[in-house]
């Protein structure tokens, strides 16, 4: 799963994981962005994760920075900004080759399959969470037209009579466990099962990078996850994400425990270490 992506592997499941923050600012961590297909495995370059944070020479300097009072990070209802949403973890967690045949129709069938599967999962069609929220972080279009075509092209909808670019994004999953991921042990007793939730999917676009919008969809989610009474929060990063590992940590997460290494050998995919947090005012 992902972090500030978002993508590095870094995973939280519901997506495929990858941990780089192009999110590669993912960070869920735990990522359900499934890829079974052999065409899948020969177009990116590592398996995804939840949580996706790092670094690119496209990244605008802080200098020339966003205007942040346009800045709108929630909860994300409508389809057309859950499609916005799946492209732009599709863009962050997966690496493609220019070269490749037919590569835009590859990357709107991936599209395509995780837009299906957060719906489902919104829905709670998927037995294995109980709830999901996916959050996002927004701008107008205006403010970036010009710095990325393929951002403004891929990851545009509309609200309002208003047109914006989802720029960041995670899913907050209430479930006592993510597909192929460690278990959180937190909390503990009655009423355990329905007061732990996981952050996955994480990721950021690469353009946009150290603006601190990993920071503020962590934070919403923070907000949403307590409205739900969530007591423990968890994140699975990538040992060797440090962007990422950065983020959570600053984020007020912490370490509790480490991916075996046999897992993540029979799983292809970087080792993944469980971070966490405790939210305050909510009691069991």
């Known amino acids: 799963m992902a972090l500030v992506s978002s993508s590095s592997p870094c995973s939280s499941h519901p997506f495929p994981s990858s941990d780089r923050w192009n999110c590669r600012l993912s960070s869920s961590s735990s990522s359900p962005l499934h ?46 900004q859950l499609w916005a949403a799946a492209s732009l973890r599709v863009r962050s967690f997966y690496e493609f080759n220019p070269s490749s045949y037919r590569i835009e129709d590859h990357k709107k069938y991936l599209t395509e399959r995780e837009f299906e599967a957060l719906k489902e999962r919104i829905a709670g069609r998927r037995e294995e969470f109980r709830r999901v929220s996916c959050i996002n972080a927004t701008v107008p279009l205006s403010q970036i037209s010009k710095l990325s075509d393929d951002l403004c092209a891929s990851c ?55 603006h601190g919008l990993g920071y503020a969809v962590i934070a919403k989610s923070k907000l949403v996850a307590q409205e739900w009474g969530i007591s423990d929060l968890y994140v699975h990063v990538a040992v060797d994400n440090e962007p990422a590992k950065k983020l959570y940590l600053k984020s007020g997460f912490v370490y509790e425990s480490d991916e075996p290494a046999w897992q993540a050998r029979f799983l292809d995919r970087p080792r993944r270490i469980l971070l966490w947090t405790g939210l305050p005012g909510v009691q069991l």
């Open 156 to 210: 545009k909808f509309s609200s309002n009579g208003e047109d914006r670019v989802v720029v960041g994004t995670l899913d907050l999953n209430q479930c006592i466990r993510l597909p192929d991921e460690i278990v959180g042990k937190k909390p503990q007793g009655i009423g355990a099962d329905f007061a732990r939730a996981y952050l996955s999917n994480v990721c950021v676009a690469a353009e946009l990078h150290r």
């Open 35 to 80: 890829t079974s297909m052999a065409a899948s495995r020969r177009l990116r370059c590592r398996p995804i994760a939840a949580s996706s944070l790092c670094t690119d020479n496209q990244t605008i300097p802080p200098s020339s920075a966003i205007d942040r009072s346009a800045v709108s990070v929630a909860e994300a209802f409508s389809e057309d």
